[in-house]
């Protein structure tokens, strides 16, 4: 009878400290099996452009930031002036890549907000996205010049995040050569 009682509390427990500390965990520092690995390949047509596009071969030989985005993405919204700000320093080239959205509603957020990308490849259907592993937007990717993804972020790009940790991820990268 004390076994009954005490197996239904004891999985109770359990379950509460696993759901307690899983809400103590910071999401943006969701591991990625792709950090020190090559980048996916890609060849992508641009937001602007059907007739531009822009693969992987192209950005070999440069540190660069692939930041997700969608028109869509309330949250891309909210670091829309932090990625802004960042391109604006030309401390580190940034590209942008179009989320699972429509042509139209990325250029007309473009027009409407600004547009802080080099240039901004066009996913609509996700499928480069998925192959970089992205949960969904906004996430933000430091590829060096090998074309080796070294640094994933998830979520809205913070002032702090920037200059604590991905600017002196792009110094130590140009510094190495790598």
Known sequence: MKLRLLLPLAVFAILGGLFYVGLNRDPSLVPSPLIDK?????????????GE??????LLGEVYLLNVWASWCYACRLEHEVVTALASTHRVPVYGLNY??????????????GDPYLASLYDPDARVSIDFGV?????????????TIRYKYIGPLTPDVVNGEILP??????????
């Open 135 to 147: 949960y969904g937007a906004p996430e933000t990717f430091l590829i060096d010049r090998t074309g």
């Open 38 to 50: 090559p980048a996916p390949d890609f060849s992508l047509p641009t937001v602007s452009s059907d």
């Open 53 to 58: 596009r822009i693969s992987k071969r192209d």
């Open 100 to 113: 699972n959205d429509k042509r139209e509603d990325a250029q007309r957020w473009l027009d409407q907000f």
């Open 169 to 178: 991820l792009v110094q130590r990268l140009r510094s190495a050569g790598s």
